[in-house]
Structure formats: C-alpha cells, structure tokens
C-alpha cells in the first residue's frame, strides 16, 4: 500500500490539489512529512481561501499543483495566496472590490504566463537595486508599494524585509506587492498608459542599464521609460 492509498481513505483530492497537499491531510498525515516523498511539505505552504474541499461537515484547505512556490494570486480564484506554516482550520477572505478582483486575475494569468520572461526580470531588477546602501529596500520599490498600500491592495505601507537586509521579498505580503509592481511597470512601458505612481527614483548607473535592456530586447519601450523610472540624483520633473 503506497502513500496515495493512504491519502485516499482519509480524504477526497481537491480539484488540482497537489499531491504533497493531499499526502498530509490523509491518515499518515505529518508522518508523510518526514518521509523523503513530499519534501516540500517541510517549508510553509501557500493556501488559497476558497481552494479547499467540503466534506463530512468540515472543509479543508489545499494547496495547487499549478501554483509557482512564489505564486501569489490563485489563477482559479483570482484571491491572494497567504503562507502558512500548517494547513489551516480556518480561512476567510476579504471581500474585495471588482477593481482588485480583476486586477488580482490580470496579475495571477501574466504570472502564470511567466512574468513576461527577461524584460519582466529587468524591470524587477532596476526596481529592487539599493537607492541607500543603509536601507535594506529600495525607494522606488517602497514608494511603488505605499501607492497600492494607498489603493487598498492587501499589502504593508512599506516593505518588511527580513533583519539580513536580503532582497528577496520572503513576506508572501512583499512578493504579493513586488509582482504587482513589477506587471503595473510592464504595462506601463508597453502601453504607455502610465502607472497610477510618479516615475520611481532609481539610481543613474541602474537607469543606464535598464536602458541598455530595453534598447535590447524591446526598443518601443524607450518611449515610455521616462515616465516610470527616474534619475534619483535629479529633482523630479
Ligand atoms: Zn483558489
């Protein structure tokens, strides 16, 4: 009798449920953990609040197989993933105005697509280079998350990053907000519709390279750089 046996007689599969998911709400439970079958079950899960199966009275949450691990929207749901150690007994989800909701799918299928591939890497990349070598963030990436925080995006005002200063946004709120900054600014350059913040201050070396990215890889860009980044070191226009 194999693991999957197991799960099957303590609970039904959720649609797309994965299999590490599934693994631990059978009767093995978190024995299955320990085993080398689902390493991932070791690191905090992402769970969706309206992924999750009803059964015998009780509901239970799940986490997809589709879903990238620094996936941040449910592509079925269109809601935020929020990170969880253990899954949880308990979820609810806000209600969200139409606005967000399409925002969040628009966000959660440009994911899912692959984040527009090394033009969305570059764009991330000038956003998140350090303005002050004291701070751990950057200012354009702090002022780009304090306008979404301002519109009701379920992010903080400002980005918490872990006590190293490293970069990598682990609070699923920071990635949540980095994404949707990083889409907003592909948009932006893209259509030239701008984004709903002024140009981000970024500093000139950084300026200078995105420039030379997008000369290479999407020259119609250059167009509508200007009104998405900025040279820190000059007063804005
Ligand atoms: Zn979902």
């Known amino acids: 009798m194999n693991a999957e ?7 039904r599969r959720g649609a797309g449920e ?21 390493p991932e079950l070791e690191v905090p899960q992402l769970y969706c609040p309206a992924c999750r199966v009803e059964e015998a009275g009780r509901r239970r949450w799940y986490t997809r ?8 929207v449910c592509t079925t749901h269109a809601l935020p993933l929020l990170l969880c150690n253990a899954p949880p007994t308990r979820l609810r989800s806000r209600h969200w105005s139409p606005i967000l909701r399409g925002e969040f799918r628009a966000l959660g299928e440009w994911i899912q697509q692959g984040s527009a591939g090394e033009l969305g890497r570059a764009i991330a990349r000038a956003t998140c280079a350090r303005s002050d070598p004291r701070v751990a ?3 354009a990436w702090a002022e780009a998350q304090w306008h979404l925080w301002a519109i009701e995006w379920p992010v903080p005002a400002a980005p918490r990053l872990p006590a190293s200063g490293n970069l990598v946004p682990l609070h699923q709120r920071d990635r949540l907000a980095l994404s949707a900054i990083v889409h907003r600014l592909y948009l932006a350059l893209e ?8 140009a ?15 000369r290479l890889l999407r020259p119609s ?9 900025r040279d820190i070191t000059k007063p804005p226009r």
């Open 221 to 229: 860009w250059r167009l509508h750089l200007g009104r998405c980044f």
């Open 137 to 139: 963030y950057s200012r």
């Open 65 to 72: 197989e589709e879903w990238p691990t620094d996936g941040v």
């Open 5 to 11: 046996y197991w799960a099957a007689l303590g609970s």
């Open 18 to 38: 994965s299999l590490g998911s599934w693994l631990r709400a059978g009767p093995l439970g978190a024995q299955v953990v320990d085993e080398p079958i689902a």
């Open 200 to 214: 981000l201050p970024i500093r000139p070396r950084v300026l200078r390279w995105l420039e030379g990215r997008i």
């Open 191 to 198: 259509t030239g519709q701008g984004t709903l913040w002024p």
